[in-house]
């Protein structure tokens, strides 16, 4: 089975902190993904990687980086929390080369952030 | 710009009951299109999908979707209800062409009662 791990699941930080959200795929795939969710809102795509080093914004970068070292993990970075991004954020990975969008996308279980 | 609708926030169901939750979606070209279910407290669990083929897809835990083409729409639906079934579910979809990330729509609650 394909494995997303989330290496933390709850964290509260304050404002202004500087946060990492670590994600690690065991399944030697090469597209990663960061999405948010939001009730109400669904799952909006933050940021999203295609290869080692590559980058690609999605439809909400701004307040966020991404940094992906390794082809099995990739890292969402809040430079300067802020308490409107409070939210679930879900890590997630698909096999594949970047012209073909059918395979599956795998989730994580989800990193619930809290800025006060 | 590609997007998907799921027109009902909640979906009410008792259990042993045949239940469907709508979807429908915009993109160019043709579509891929997928399902996904959510626990409390957890993440997203694929479901089922449709690349091409057969307009009637068959998924985990009993589900199925049919694809209809000329209504744009990706219904997912179950003959008959488990109150495990209760979860949110989410319909996504991706252009068949070039890359094309998944554009999710913003979820249905279903609830199935004893």
């Known amino acids: 089975d394909v494995k997303v791990t989330q290496s933390s699941r709850y964290l509260v930080k304050r404002t202004g902190e500087k946060v990492f959200l670590e994600c690690v795929q065991d399944m030697d795939h090469e597209n990663m993904f960061w999405y948010r969710q939001d009730p109400g809102l669904g799952l909006r795509l933050i940021y999203f990687s295609y290869d080692v080093k590559m980058k690609e914004k999605g439809d909400i970068p701004e307040g966020y980086s991404v940094s992906r070292e390794k082809k099995e993990r990739f890292s969402l970075i809040l430079e300067s929390a802020s308490t409107n991004q409070t939210s679930m954020y879900l890590c997630a990975s698909s096999q594949g080369t970047p012209t073909n969008s059918g395979n599956t996308i795998y989730f994580g279980e989800g990193s619930w952030l809290t800025v006060v | 710009a590609q997007s998907v609708a799921q027109p009902e926030d909640q979906v009410n169901v008792a259990e042993g009951n045949p239940l469907t939750v709508k979807c429908t979606y915009s993109v160019s070209g043709n579509p891929y299109l997928f399902w996904y279910v959510q626990y409390p407290n957890r993440g997203l669990q694929f479901l089922l999908k449709?690349?091409?083929?057969?307009?009637l897809v068959k998924g985990s835990y009993g589900f199925e979707a049919e694809f209809n083409k000329s209504q744009t729409s990706f219904h997912l639906k179950k003959p008959s209800a488990l109150v495990s079934d209760s979860a949110l579910y989410f319909c996504?979809?991706?252009?068949?062409?070039?890359?094309?990330?998944?554009?999710f729509g913003k979820g249905t609650m279903l609830l199935v009662s004893p």
């Open positions: 996504a979809v991706s252009a068949n062409s070039g890359y094309s990330t998944l554009t």
């Open positions: 449709y690349i091409t083929g057969d307009n």
